[in-house]
Structures are given as C-alpha cells and as structure tokens.
C-alpha cells in the first residue's frame, strides 16, 4: 500500500527532472564527446515523459547542462512557438525552478534545437544541443552496427562517398537537403541531425559548444568550439548551400521582415499564391524591429 | 626479376584444432577433417613465390583450399600460421603482422581481387561506375570528374557498353558482371590481382574472351596474378607456373607445362587424364 502522501507541485520532482546519477553519467559522455569530436559516445538514455522520437536525447542533454541561472531558448525548426518547443520549454520551466527562459537567441546561454542552428552566430558563452533522429551517419549504407564502429574506427568513408557520387550521375548535384555528412576535425564524419545544408557551415569553427542527442539511439556527441567541421565533397563538386533565388535569378526575401540573408520557409497563403518567410521567428523579428527603427529614424 | 610475394608454411585451421590434426590429414589420409577434434585442415604449409608479371596457377578439386589461401592474402581470413610478404617497390610488408587498418590499406591500394561470384566483389545496388567509384575513393582520389573518367577508361578497357556506365550491376550478364568485377579490380593499378574461378560458370565464348582480357592485362601492366581455378583449360592458357593442391597440402608444383605434360603424383596424373 502507497503511504506516501500525493505530490502534485513541481517541487516533486529532482531539479531537472533526471536522478543525479544519471545525470552524472551524460555529463561523462558529454566529456568523452567533446574530447573526441565526433566520435558517438553511448550512454543510457533514459525514459522520459514523452514518447522516444519528441527530442528526448536533446532534452537529456539540456537537463543534464541546466543550472538555476541559465537562460533557456527552445527551438523547433526555427520557430519557438511550434508544439514541440512549447512543450519541452513548459516542461524545463516546470521542472527546473530558477530557471529563466527567453525566444531570444542573443540572451540564451542554452539552447535546444530541433533541425535548425540559429541565423544570429553564436558565441562562446552559449551551448546549443541538437535533438538527433539518427546519429550515424553511415547507417544508409551499412545495416551492421558491428561493421559501422569499425568503419568510424578506420575513418573508412568511401561508401558514402559513392552515395554522393551516385547522386552527381542522376541529377547533376549532389541532392541531400538535411542530414549532410560532415567530417570533423579531420577523421569522424557526423550525422550532423536533419539541419538545412544551410546550417551545415556554421558547425564549422564555432564559437559556440554544439552538442548532439540522440535519445531513442542512445548516442551522445559533440563538436567542441573551434573544431573544423567539413562536408563531404568532391574537389571539383564542392558543397553548396541553399540559394533561394527565383526564376529570374533574384535573391527571394523574406515576406515579412524583408531579410534577404535568411534561410527561407516556402508555405501557401489563403490565396493560392507562395509565400517566403525567415524560418527563424527570432531573427524575423529582430530584423522586424530594425526596419522600424529605421523608419522611425528617417521619418 | 623482381619478387613480389614469398608465401611460406601457410595454414588455417577451421575449428579449435588438435595436436593430431596435420598428421591425420592431408593426401595420405584421404581427409582433410581431423578424426580426434573435428577441425578442418583447410591448408596446410603451403609456400610458394610470385615474381612481377607472372601469373602463378593454384589448381585442385572442390575443398581442396585453393581459395583460401587467396582468401587468406587478400585479408578476408586470417591465416592460422605462416608468413607472408608482399614486396612493394622499396618497401616490404609481412601481410599477417599488419594491423586491420595497413591490411584495409593494402587491399585498397595494392591488391586486386575477383570473385567467382560477383556478388562478392561487386556492390549490386550502385552503378558499375559507382562500383569502380568506390575503389578509386578508397584510394583516396577525391575529383568527381577524375573519377568519372578513369571508371569509363577501365570499363572501356574491359569491353563493357560506356552506354551502360550508370546501370546497376543486377541487371547486366554473368560475363559483364565479371568485367566489371575485373574492371573494378584494376580500379587502383594494383601489381597484384587475385582471380579466384573468374570463368567458372561462364559459357564457352564468353570465358575465352574474358581470359583474352586477362591475358592482354597482364601484358600491358605486367601484373602479378595468382589464379585459383579448377579449370585445367584456364591453368594452360594462363599460367606461367602453378601448384597442385589436395586437401590443403601442396602435392606437385612446377612449370605448368611439365606438370600437364608430364605429371608426377597420382592424383596430379588422374587429374591431367581426366580432361574431357
């Protein structure tokens, strides 16, 4: 029989929701993956209140990080208003009292992403945990996981390296949109999580310590600050990213703060008609308020 | 002429392996399944030389282990004991004291290797150019368009369609599967290839020519080849030397000609008059 009275308040759960024990044991793989970048450490990831596949790996991450000081920002794919991020910042603010949350990327001192880097380059002061589906990179071309350790062990890439080649003869370029496998520092190449290509180059010598979790995958790992991160390419094929030019060859803007410099969303208005808008709700806005502040400067 | 491979006292042992297991097998015994432990001796002290340019014949009936002591140099076994060296240029490399990464290297780099069957040595779900794409990027050549052209100089070179460059393997004929196996093998230039059965189940015409091919390769880059057959037909036509092996012992070897001309142990000799 349960003695134990009911707890209803917040004040029932651990700061941070997981147990110290396993918290003490992702901030281990989170120091084994920030030593060697890129590298998937594994670790035991543990049940959360929400279904494997909602970000559980990045959230793991960010509880394990999160002190009473921090300034949390929860991103899904650019915006912070999405069910995903709304729920996952309602459940740290739950159960992380102290903790400050912002939709403000300057202000963040943590970050959780779901698919999307922040447009603002982020500094030295700040972490950012992606939310990862699948952590190998090599998992399209190798069913065994046993054979895939030892081809990460060899820095043995060249069947990727086909799929890019294949690419290149049926569509003239190479055609993958998100997931694009990046080598870092010279030896793991990395599923980088489903970010845009457009993202892919801000991995590259960040300021900022990029984290990586994949919860139903039970892998952990990292690209350190100042880490060289390069996406697999041909010398004569390099990498490129997103160019959001229309048929006349013009720069598509933004269709509400006019930002021409931004990785754009395409949707459908109410009259049929395609329309583009930032996919990062905070840089719109930022940039919102600067073409304000400039009328009201020249008015 | 220069050595370019010194194999000696070969072995591999499938099983755990008894102190009984060599002198209850071999030709005398008339098994190469050992009666205390039931280990097989699949070879056993086998040695031999290869010199550059020169095609080396290993011939034997089915489970004799003719191929598994290509299987063994080519990395795809380890050997039980012996040794081997691989004589590259300047350097010289002791084939089972490398480590997995040297032995990757070597084999991507260095050796060639064809399969009796091409699902072995051919990945059936990329291109044909994609399959020779792979060889080339494991040898660390990064170009896409230096790619593109050494795959369709090879696949010209080994007689397959260029119209048939970006088609999957699955869908081309025995014989094509094997050029491009062939194709793929000489992918890197590598002074050594092993031919494991190349022609074995291929019709008549199409064996000749592809034996034609191989012949004309080893002419123009004067590579070493080890060919593991039982075809006495490809022995002849091929090989320079050759050696016999039953039950993983080598029980004749020579000078090809005298060994089909004039052979010396009994089985050698029911085998050279059992020739249709």
Redesign the interface.
Known sequence: MNTLPPKTDASAYNFGFLDEYAKKEIRRAILKAVAIPGYQVPYASREMPMGRGFGTGGLQLTLSLIGPDEVVKVIDQGSDDSVNAVNLRQFIEMTCPGVSTTTRTVEATLIQSRHRIPEHTLSAAQIIVLQVPYPDPLVVVEPSEDKRK?MH??A?Y??L??KL??D???FDEITLSHRYPTRINDHYVIDPSPIPRWDVPKINNSEALILFGAGREKKIYAVPPHTKAEPLA????PFRVEHFHDATGNRRTCSRCGCDGSFLDEFTNDAGAKVYQCSDSDWCDEMLLQVKSWREVSA | MNKILEVRNLSRIYGKGCALCIESTGPEADTNLCPHCGSVVAVHDVSFDLFEGEILGVMGESGSGKSTVVKNLYFDQAATSGQAIFYDAARQYDLFSLNSAQQRWLRNHRFGMVYQNPHLGLNFNITAGGNIAERLLMSDLMDYGAIRDRAKTLLARTEVLLSRVDDLPKHFSGGMQQRVQIAKALATQPPLLFLDEVTTGLDLSVQARILDLILEIQQELKTAMVVVTHDLGVIRLLTGRAIVMKYGRVIESGLTDQILEDPQHAYTQRLVASVL
């Not at chain 1, 041909?234 to 094929?237: A, C, K, L």
């Open positions: 030892t062990g060899e043995d060249s069947r390296l086909v080649y294949e290149i003869v049926k041909f010398t004569d094929v």
